[in-house]
Nanobody, 126 residues
Framework: QVQLVESGGGLVQTGGSLRLSCTAS????????MGWFRRASGKEREFVAS????????YYPDSVKGRFTISRDNAKNTVYLQMNSLKPEDTAIYYC???????????????????WGQGTQVTVSA
């Protein structure tokens, strides 16, 4: 069983930055594809970023590409999401997720992830 704990959310002004962290336990971290998702109030869950096990490949949707960066430190069992140039539409609860499967390099589909964190609120004021 993998436990994921997110931190780093908060309130920031438009154009500001935040860095989210997610620390995993209960599994060999280097064997996990990691991802970030978000859910805004009244909207469906949205894929934000994914990173491969070896930190060699990342993937983003157009909505965050060029502003968000996912990275991982396998020695610290931690994945990060650096968010720059934040916009009010980035306001959401952000969730860290882990995929223990071996079939893919990165993963954009929420239903493929096996473990989820509790979420951390990010609010961007206009």
């Amino acid at each position: 069983q993998v436990q994921l704990v997110e931190s780093g959310g908060g309130l920031v002004q438009t154009g500001g930055s935040l860095r989210l962290s997610c620390t995993a336990s209960g599994h060999t971290f280097g064997g996990l594809i990691m991802g970030w998702f978000r859910r805004a109030s009244g909207k469906e869950r949205e894929f934000v970023a994914s990173i491969s096990r070896s930190n060699g490949y990342t993937y983003y949707p157009d909505s965050v590409k060029g502003r968000f960066t996912i990275s991982r430190d396998n020695a610290k069992n931690t994945v990060y999401l650096q968010m720059n140039s934040l916009k009010p539409e980035d306001t959401a609860i952000y969730y860290c997720a882990a995929d223990a499967g071996l079939s893919y390099t990165i993963q954009t589909r929420a239903y493929e992830y096996d473990y989820w964190g509790q979420g951390t609120q990010v609010t961007v004021s206009a």
